[in-house]
């Protein structure tokens, strides 16, 4: 059974950095594409980051190059997404997904599977 639980969100400063974590069970990391989306109170889902299946391409939303960074561990079957300067703007829960298809990179209807996600306030 396929399953993806996140962790690390959590209420911080403006400044501050965070570790977001998606175990994953059911597959291996390196079979699929794994990617980080999240919501804002109001606002739909947005793409945030992605890893190929083969760790080769990662893909980050085009405003948010500079602060994101997502990994894994694939002895572990973590995923991570790393944020650092977070802003109050980055407020949103965090959701980890993954596809075994082709479809569009930053689209969520590409992802078969994901998570509940974690929160992660920023506070100013």
């Known amino acids: 059974q396929v399953q993806l639980v996140e962790s690390g969100g959590g209420l911080v400063q403006a400044g501050a950095s965070l570790r977001l974590s998606c175990s994953v069970s059911?597959?291996?990391?390196?079979?699929?594409?794994m990617a980080w989306f999240r919501q804002a109170p109001g606002r739909e889902k947005e793409f945030v980051a992605a890893?190929?299946?083969?760790?080769?391409?990662?893909y980050f939303t085009d405003s948010e190059q500079g602060r994101f960074a997502i990994s894994r561990d694939n002895a572990k079957n973590l995923l991570y997404l790393q944020i650092n300067s977070l802003k109050p703007e980055d407020t949103a829960v965090y959701y980890c997904?993954?596809?075994?298809?082709?479809?569009?990179?930053?689209?969520?209807?590409?992802?078969?599977?994901w998570g509940r996600g974690t929160q992660v306030t920023v506070s100013s």
């Open positions: 997904a993954a596809t075994n298809g082709f479809g569009r990179v930053k689209n969520m209807d590409a992802y078969n599977f």
């Open positions: 059911g597959f291996a990391l390196d079979n699929y594409r």
């Open positions: 890893m190929s299946w083969s760790g080769s391409f990662i």
